[in-house]
């Protein structure tokens, strides 16, 4: 305990040596980091505003389950137990150190509701935090400096390592729990001599082990160690406050904060500016970020609490194939330039360019915003958001892609990136064998529906995703949908328009299409393509609610209205691609793999990465006209996992992945050997038709889409 600290013959009295000392060292370590934090806070004050104090008890139960309930960290089985027993350890001895510092210049304080039994239980909890701590330094220093796990490391083109860093924090650390121990141990080794009473070390702890060594030294040794082990915790103690805003270790200040403030919406993308409407964007001087205080003061926070743990780094589909952006260096650039230009003493150098100085432009055009990322980031570090800003400061100043040029003339001037003219929009559906099974009706003020079939450009004009198309309007007639598409007046949905930067196109295509889909008059819209559907769902406002076809499936085959037949070739083994935009953007991960356990014989196998891991197929929307720098193209990759796992038929519920999983099937080597099906094109082809099917009052149904292929 605490208490009884002065106690004439205890060695701890040596500790009323110090007092005038501590106490200096105390007012100087405060001074000192609220200094540090008020200049560290200088850029986040200058930054674009981030409204983000909205849903209090949503982003409380965020703190409580990524930050308290370090819920990401078990993703990394021994990086995120190390970590959640050192979290674990700071939490249990952040009273403590409060206590003893505050008992270098009050000796007899005990902190309030901790004397008795429960201080003496949060003793020997706090015994065994110091010495659990203590050894996951000892092993997180080892790691770093003799196992060296690939994810640290950091290739020559994003700049220098923060190894030494890493290692010195974690030195100290150690350092903090010994010089704590030794106090606590040398306390108490100094009481067993007079015969007072002995505090109790909790066996085994780190305090237990000293004070066996200390027990039968002289009492004056033991109160100079007793005062040297108090000046040691303290003197690292602030200096580790002082310096951790200086390194990766700031996250321990900030994360709490990082976590508070973060998204709250998935598939969102945050507006140009905030608070100006998209009525008034004309007025905006300068799109997107260009300079550092463009960024949001939320992002700048970011960049102070990225750990550089590297887990967003180690699930980038383009890092994995050597693009030249590694996010987790989005960051830590961003970090390095704020303490660069934001120093502690003299004037920020403020209003550099970060394209050309800390970024590539092929470094931001290499995203694909599949999410990984941020999905692993324990600390809801935010990416996407801060790239495509990038991206609208770049399209701002003309510097895009040359690749990108035409796709984005044929979307403004045609409304699609492939500058076919708008009538042939619908031709997918007018084929003539299959008008013999299915027609389907384009809206139009005479002829109206229930819902609407979103098509969108690729599925529209790509004749191999024309029939994923033809797949989704026949399903959507066997449920008994009353449904139609906007044919000539549907234009692209700006998904990734709108992801490549360029706002006012995006806009653009969102007001023609909102017209056209509330002009329509339906209720509801169904779309095949993920892209589309996140489109509708965050991007677009005052559209009827959307569904992906995934779940209108798996609602007909749970109501009945969808029986299959079994698989014809039994020994095919079936993986399921998770979209991006389905997956983690969206959360549908059941409805998809649903279906396919339905199908009868069907065997499916998970890839290793599936799910909220799973591994873009390369990029979808204006990517698909993008050449990056890269050693493997992305979706090789991701059709190696799917041999890994055993499968030979990929079934994807995207037109994109299907583009690039085929290409990638050929280009692996895989063909013949390997297939990939849209789950809409299987489902056709599975579904059992003979079968009348079930109607519900209000719907018409195409009956031609119901007779049968
Ligand atoms: S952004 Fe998140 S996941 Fe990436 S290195 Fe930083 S803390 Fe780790
Ligand atoms: S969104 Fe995907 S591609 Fe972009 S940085 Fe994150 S993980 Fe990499």
Known sequence: MLEGIQSGANPTSWLAQGQALFLFLHVLGVACFGYIVAKRLVPLIRAERDPRLDRPWARLGKVFRFWLGQWKHPRYKTAGTLHILIFTGFILLAMRAFTVLIVGVSPNFVMPGLSGETGH?????????????????????????????????????????????????LALIAILMVADSLFEAAKAAGQVQPGQHIEFAAALSLPWLLKIFLVSLPLSVLGGLCF????????????????????IQFHVETSLFNVYFSKLDRGKLKPVKWGVSDEHLDQVKSF?????????WKHMLDFYSCADCGRCSDNCPANAVGRPLSPRFISIKARDYAFQHYPMFGRSDNGQPLIGSIYSDDEIWSCTTCGACEEECPLLVEYIDKIVDLRRGMVDDGAVPQSMQKPLKALNSRGNPYGKMEKKKAEWANAKDFQQVCQVKTLDKKNGADTLYFVDSITSFDDRLQSIGRATAKILGHVGENFGILGAAEKDSGHDVRRFGEETLFLALRDHNTD?????????????????????????????????????????????????????????????????YLGRHNQVYDDPRDVLDAIPGLKRVEMARSRDRSFCCGGGGLMLFYEPKEDQRIGVKRVQMAAEAGANVIVTACPFCMVNIEDAIKVAGFEGKMTAIDLAELVDQQIVRERPVVTTEAVEIPQECVAGR
């Open 288 to 296: 997107g970020v260009k300079t550092f205080e463009d960024f949001t």
């Open 516 to 580: 056209a889909i509330k002009a329509s008059g339906v209720t509801r819209i169904v779309t095949a393509d993920p892209h589309a559907y996140n489109a509708l769902k965050h991007d677009y406002k005052d559209v009827p609610p959307v569904e992906h076809i995934s779940q209108v499936i798996a609602r007909g085959v749970r109501s009945g209205k969808i029986e299959f037949r079994p698989v014809e070739n039994g020994n095919d083994v079936y993986t399921y691609h998770d979209p991006c």
């Open 121 to 169: 239980l949060y003793e020997v909890a706090t015994d065994y935090a110091a010495t659990v701590v203590f050894l996951c330094m000892v092993l997180a220093i080892t790691r770093r400096a003799v196992f060296k796990p690939a994810r640290y490391e950091v290739p020559a083109k994003f700049g220098k390592a923060h190894k030494a860093d890493a290692i010195f924090l």
């Open 228 to 247: 040297a082990g108090y000046l040691l915790h303290e003197l690292t103690f602030y200096f580790l406050l002082c310096y951790r805003p200086f390194g």
